[in-house]
């Protein structure tokens, strides 16, 4: 190639097409039914879409929005923090709208890593993470959590942090394990934070789909608000996934720098939608516990039926993944079950193992999402029902 050099910058290599696009393609070359990406089949509130079909037809939003996000928006999200986790947001300094978590993710480690940073992050972890960090030029530190409690060690946690660490990238509710960190868990992970004067950026997208446990915002406890960005989203909690519609909220100072990178990757998106998850943050309590309580039925619909056909389940507290283990089945390699899967039973999932940096560690977890219409879970539970052993 030109000068000899590869055409993908030397910071990514490794990182090619992402394990959700190639099951998900799999999927519809099969005709399989895709329990691998995690995307509702059906559409959230009809007064959400709704307010978005008013947007467009007003002329809200077709244009460019402001750099940080509709006011109505940003206004939304400060009060939801406040009704929901009891912390206090400026609507107008502390609050940044971006496209979708994943940009803010991205968005926060290029703003805040310098080339060598370290930062520490619970494997196994969502795939933007490593790229993320890559991408920034710092380097991933993982701390595993194993099989089959998936708690982190903090002793272990405590060690791997030197002078060199920046930053702390949690995420609770937990993608994929479903582990929800308790208060005492958050609360050792604040006091090391504080005692090293680390930055904390937490991912907090699940915060609606805890069913075991209670979701506690890291920024909520004592010396940590100065120092955490929290980001979060409407695609989880509104099964509106295309739309979207994130944000991150934090102290003006880390808002600044989010932002400053923010306004070079997408500079702004989501114009009618933001007006629309205006509004979907504003719902009452009572949508948002039966959206719990539907997924937590999805949960144990799915769960007890992977059981009945052979799998080990690890039952989440949290998000809408259950991770299982493939060895009841005499199998090993995550990914080539999952690229088998389709073709003898017509389901698709998606192997745990691309999302460690110890591929033993998640060599024969697999995921399964349960966001899906009933009929939907029973007949992949059918299918592979047929797969026990």
């Given at each position: 190639?030109?000068?000899?050099?590869?055409?993908?910058?030397?910071?990514?290599?490794?990182?090619?097409?992402?394990?959700?696009?190639?099951?998900?393609?799999?999927?519809?070359?099969?005709?399989?039914?895709?329990?691998?990406?995690?995307?509702?089949?059906?559409?959230?509130?009809?007064?959400?879409?709704?307010?978005?079909?008013?947007?467009?037809?007003?002329?809200?939003?077709?244009?460019?929005?402001?750099?940080?996000?509709?006011?109505?928006?940003?206004?939304?999200?400060?009060?939801?923090?406040?009704?929901?986790?009891?912390?206090?947001?400026?609507?107008?300094?502390?609050?940044?709208?971006?496209?979708?978590?994943?940009?803010?993710?991205?968005?926060?480690?290029?703003?805040?890593?310098?080339?060598?940073?370290?930062?520490?992050?619970?494997?196994?972890?969502?795939?933007?993470?490593?790229?993320?960090?890559?991408?920034?030029?710092?380097?991933?530190?993982?701390?595993?959590?194993?099989?089959?409690?998936?708690?982190?060690?903090?002793?272990?946690?405590?060690?791997?942090?030197?002078?060199?660490?920046?930053?702390?990238?949690?995420?609770?509710?937990?993608?994929?394990?479903?582990?929800?960190?308790?208060?005492?868990?958050?609360?050792?992970?604040?006091?090391?934070a504080v005692e090293h004067d680390l930055l904390v950026v937490t991912d907090e997208v699940y915060e609606h789909l805890?069913?075991?446990?209670?979701?506690?915002?890291?920024?909520?406890?004592?010396?940590?608000?100065?120092?955490?960005?929290?980001?979060?989203?409407?695609?989880?909690?509104?099964?509106?996934?295309?739309?979207?519609?994130?944000?991150?909220?934090?102290?003006?100072?880390?808002?600044?720098?989010?932002?400053?990178?923010?306004?070079?990757?997408?500079?702004?998106?989501?114009?009618?939608?933001?007006?629309?998850?205006?509004?979907?943050?504003?719902?009452?309590?009572?949508?948002?516990?039966?959206?719990?309580?539907?997924?937590?039925?999805?949960?144990?619909?799915?769960?007890?039926?992977?059981?009945?056909?052979?799998?080990?389940?690890?039952?989440?507290?949290?998000?809408y993944f259950i991770t299982t283990d493939i060895s009841p089945f005499g199998e090993t390699d995550a990914l080539a079950?999952?690229?088998?899967?389709?073709?003898?039973?017509?389901?698709?999932?998606?192997?745990?193992?691309?999302?460690?940096?110890?591929?033993?560690?998640?060599?024969?977890?697999?995921?399964?999402?349960?966001?899906?219409?009933?009929?939907?879970?029973?007949?992949?539970?059918?299918?592979?029902?047929?797969?026990?052993?």
């Open positions: 190639m030109t000068q000899g050099r590869p055409l993908l910058n030397r910071r990514l290599d490794g990182f090619g097409t992402t394990i959700f696009a190639e099951m998900s393609a799999l999927a519809v070359r099969t005709g399989s039914i895709n329990l691998g990406q995690g995307f509702p089949d059906t559409d959230g509130p009809e007064e959400v879409r709704e307010a978005a079909v008013r947007a467009l037809r007003e002329g809200k939003g077709n244009q460019y929005p402001p750099g940080p996000g509709i006011p109505e928006l940003r206004t939304a999200i400060a009060d939801h923090q406040r009704r929901f986790h009891g912390l206090a947001v400026d609507p107008d300094t502390e609050v940044l709208v971006t496209a979708g978590a994943t940009e803010a993710i991205a968005a926060a480690m290029l703003a805040l890593l310098e080339p060598g940073d370290e930062v520490i992050a619970f494997e196994p972890f969502y795939d933007s993470y490593a790229a993320c960090i890559a991408m920034a030029g710092a380097q991933r530190v993982p701390l595993t959590l194993r099989a089959p409690s998936f708690r982190p060690d903090l002793d272990e946690l405590r060690s791997k942090i030197t002078p060199r660490t920046r930053l702390l990238l949690l995420n609770t509710p937990h993608n994929p394990t479903g582990t929800v960190l308790t208060r005492e868990e958050l609360t050792a992970i604040a006091a090391l805890v069913f075991e446990g209670e979701h506690i915002p890291m920024a909520s406890l004592p010396g940590m608000r100065e120092r955490t960005v929290t980001i979060s989203s409407a695609g989880k909690s509104f099964s509106y996934t295309g739309w979207k519609v994130g944000w991150v909220t934090a102290p003006a100072p880390l808002v600044t720098a989010v932002r400053t990178a923010k306004q070079y990757l997408t500079y702004v998106s989501a114009g009618p939608f933001q007006y629309a998850i205006a509004e979907a943050l504003r719902l009452p309590d009572t949508y948002f516990d039966t959206f719990r309580a539907d997924l937590r039925r999805k949960r144990d619909l799915l769960a007890d039926g992977l059981r009945a056909a052979g799998f080990e389940v690890h039952r989440p507290q949290g998000t079950f999952c690229r088998a899967l389709p073709e003898r039973h017509g389901v698709v999932a998606v192997p745990n193992s691309v999302f460690y940096d110890d591929p033993e560690a998640g060599r024969s977890l697999v995921r399964f999402t349960f966001c899906k219409r009933d009929e939907v879970l029973r007949e992949a539970v059918g299918r592979l029902r047929r797969a026990a052993p």
